[in-house]
């Protein structure tokens, strides 16, 4: 049976190697990387995806600000262990996360990753055109969804962590 839980301090060393497995080595470079900066991912909206004894997944979501003084929450990474892919484990996780950051009183996510996969949870390019990165990333990729209707109304400017 699997179950949606919190992570604990004891799960960050297999966080580490399941991203190093599906991301490679070369994922620190990535803009979402830049964007964390020397920050903490928010205890509150970190979750793993757990089987009988191992970790098979995992949520983590980052402070950011737009324009230097609108909070904002960054989603990602999210890593599916390959051998749990297409099991509905990633969704599972976005849905519960996003739930929650609602109900801790969040107004806006951003999210850089495959438009086609995060757009059924509201995520929109449309919604993030007024907002820059610090970083280039892959046109498409750069997605916001707004917790609470008109959350990203009218905001632009640059992305920088929070």
């Not at 979501?61 to 999210?78: E, M, N, Q, R, S």
């Not at 990753?113 to 498409?140: H, I, W």
Request: charge should be positive; hydrophobic fraction near 40%; include cysteine.
């Amino acid at each position: 049976m699997f179950q949606v839980s919190p992570e604990k301090p004891e799960d960050g060393l297999k966080i580490e190697e399941l991203l190093d497995q599906l991301f490679g080595p070369g994922r620190h470079r990535r803009a979402a990387y830049c964007l964390r900066g020397d920050g903490q991912a928010l205890a509150e909206l970190c979750f793993v995806m757990r089987g009988p004894g191992f970790l098979c997944a995992s949520i983590r979501y980052w402070p950011v600000l737009i324009d230097g003084g609108h909070a904002a929450l960054l989603l990602g990474p999210l890593a599916v262990g390959q051998a749990w892919r297409n099991r509905g484990f990633g969704k599972l996780l976005i849905s519960h996360s996003l739930a929650r950051a609602k109900t801790l009183g969040h107004l806006r996510v951003l999210v850089i990753g495959e438009k086609d996969y995060y757009q059924p949870f509201g995520f929109s390019t449309n919604l993030a055109a007024g907002l820059v990165l610090p970083e280039a990333t892959n046109s498409g990729c750069f997605q916001a969804c707004a917790l609470t209707p008109g959350a990203l109304d009218g905001l632009s400017g640059l992305v920088s962590p929070g």
